[in-house]
């Protein structure tokens, strides 16, 4: 089956010690974004890539950096992590960007996530 | 600005009733809307998007949207445990290029 998938599912990492979560889609889609979610929280929007472009959110602490080797991979590479950004971390895909209203496309497909703890 | 809006909850409702969850946003031109069901600990799970004006069926799940009123709603009909969990709206505004969430509504189904 296509799907998104995301490794590790648990990721327990020490304060300032630099971490990499991954995503993988077999789903050919031409669109990846990054999520952070807290609990009892939306949702929020770290970075999107339309293929290899790039696109950073404004609020997004430089701290967070991400890379799209590929088309099938992507990486969220968390320099030094502090305790604020344990979280679960979602990533997503879909096929295109929301060019027209109804379209498939727009349907965003999430993996099953990392949990991340700080200690 | 963008925004969102839903009721956190929890909605509580007995077994084989009507769950109705709703959500309003700020954008009069939002032009996508879904709705995400997400289990404690798990990630959403897309159950439903509408996009134009009046009821979406699909199965148990009736989606509603009210361009006007700038109200989006979500009914599961025969309500089980098994729904219990938080639904999220999210939005697509025209000329952006991505979702925006709700915080979500939990629901709460008792047997």
């Known amino acids: 089956d296509a799907m998104v998938i995301q490794n590790p599912r648990y990721q327990v990492t020490q304060f300032g010690k630099p971490v990499t979560l991954s995503c993988s889609q077999t789903?050919?889609?031409?669109?990846m974004y990054w999520y952070q979610q807290k609990s009892s929280q939306a949702p929020k929007l770290l970075f999107h890539?339309?293929?290899?472009?790039?696109?950073n959110e404004a609020d997004t602490p430089d701290n967070f950096q991400s890379r799209r080797p590929n088309t099938s991979f992507c990486f969220l590479d968390i320099r030094s992590p502090g305790l604020g950004d344990a979280a679960m971390y979602l990533c997503a895909t879909s096929r295109d960007y929301p060019r027209l209203a109804g379209a498939a496309y727009n349907e965003q497909f999430f993996g099953p996530g990392t949990r991340l703890t700080v200690l | 600005q963008k925004e969102v809006e839903q009721n956190s909850g929890p909605l509580s409702v007995p077994e084989g009733a009507i769950a109705s969850l709703n959500c309003t946003y700020s954008?009069?031109?939002?032009?996508?809307f879904f709705w995400y069901r997400q289990y404690s600990g798990k990630s959403p799970e897309l159950i439903m998007s509408?996009?134009?004006?009046g009821d979406k069926e699909d199965g148990r799940f009736t989606a509603q949207l009210n361009k006007a009123s700038q109200y989006v709603s979500l009914l599961i009909r025969d309500s089980q445990p098994s729904d219990s969990a938080t639904y999220l709206c999210a939005v697509i505004i025209t000329g952006y290029s991505t979702l925006t969430f709700g915080k979500g509504t939990m629901l709460l189904v008792s047997p």
């Open positions: 789903l050919n889609h031409n669109v």
């Open positions: 890539y339309y293929d290899k472009d790039f696109n």
């Open positions: 954008d009069r031109v939002s032009q996508s």
């Open positions: 509408i996009y134009s004006n």
